[in-house]
């Protein structure tokens, strides 16, 4: 399910990328980042993936 999350958001980020400013892109790929290692901690917590 996380997995499918990343994708959209790769997805999102490759089709904004030629609306968004560089530098909000990077803000927001920064932000997805440590939102995916979020994910993958409280997947090895709860041992349910």
Known sequence: MFETIIRF???TIKKSSKL???VN???VQ???SSAH???LLLSKDKDEF
Request: glycine share 0%; no cysteine; proline share 7%.
């Open 20 to 22: 968004m400013p560089q």
């Open 30 to 32: 920064k932000q997805i």
């Open 25 to 27: 892109l990077r803000i």
């Open 37 to 39: 290692s979020e994910l």
């Open 9 to 11: 958001w790769q997805d």
